[in-house]
């Protein structure tokens, strides 16, 4: 299965800190995307990283891919109470059909005021 | 520009009843796909389309799930003699091309009692 899996499966920090959740995957992939659901909303997405990269920044996000290990990791800076949400990987294989992505149960974080 | 749109947004079913959730994908957009989130879980993939075409159903639980998308952009997904194990929400998302970034809508949250 290409299905992500995310660790921890909740943290709980204080605003101002730096949040970093992982994710383990059992296939080669093309490339993993990370996603965030606030309660009750859809998935929004975050970021996309190559499987021929090794790290990638986006604003407070820094997102690492160890294709060796099959595990990423994404870290979150100077956290904000805003970013209290739920936090999927998913990675992708074009072995697997037409760009279905397969989520894990996700990452729930809550950044405290 | 306007996101991927669903509607409604809740819907509430008595068991035994037929339900039909509307996506409107993001315009342009050639890749459709919908997943069911269970409570606390992450997003399972039912089924996609290319344009009009529904290449892959492979994750549509039952016999009762039927999805369609005429004219390839809305699209919608029908559960017929609802039960109460499809209480979920049903996600729709949409790409401009395979194996890219997928734009999600907000979710039609379904009860069924």
């Known amino acids: 299965s290409q299905q992500g899996e995310e660790d921890p499966q909740a943290l709980s920090i204080q605003e101002g800190e730096n949040a970093t959740m992982n994710c383990s995957y059992k296939t080669s992939i093309n490339n993993l995307q990370w996603y965030r659901q606030n309660s009750g909303r859809g998935l929004v997405h975050l970021i996309l990283i190559r499987s021929n990269e090794r790290e990638k920044h986006s604003g407070r996000l820094r997102v690492t891919l160890d294709t060796s290990k099959k595990s990423s990791s994404l870290l979150i800076t100077a956290s904000r109470a805003a970013d209290t949400a739920s936090y999927f990987c998913?990675?992708?294989?074009?072995?697997?059909?037409?760009?279905?992505?397969?989520f894990g149960q996700g990452t729930i974080l809550t950044v405290h005021p | 520009g306007a996101g991927v749109s669903q509607s409604p947004r809740y819907k509430v079913a008595k068991r035994g009843q037929d339900v039909a959730l509307r996506c409107d994908p993001i315009s342009g957009h050639v890749s459709l796909f919908w997943y069911q989130q269970a409570l606390g879980q992450g997003p399972e993939f039912l089924t996609y389309f290319q344009n009009e075409a529904q290449l892959d159903k492979s994750g549509l639980p039952s016999d009762r799930f039927f999805a369609e998308r005429p004219e390839g952009s809305v699209s919608t997904l029908k559960i017929q003699r609802t039960q109460q194990e499809d209480s979920a929400v049903y996600l729709c998302?949409?790409?401009?091309?395979?194996?890219?970034?997928?734009?999600f809508g907000p979710g039609t949250r379904l009860l069924v009692l």
């Open positions: 998913a990675p992708y294989s074009v072995a697997a059909s037409y760009g279905k992505l397969t």
């Open positions: 998302a949409s790409s401009s091309r395979q194996k890219e970034t997928q734009y």
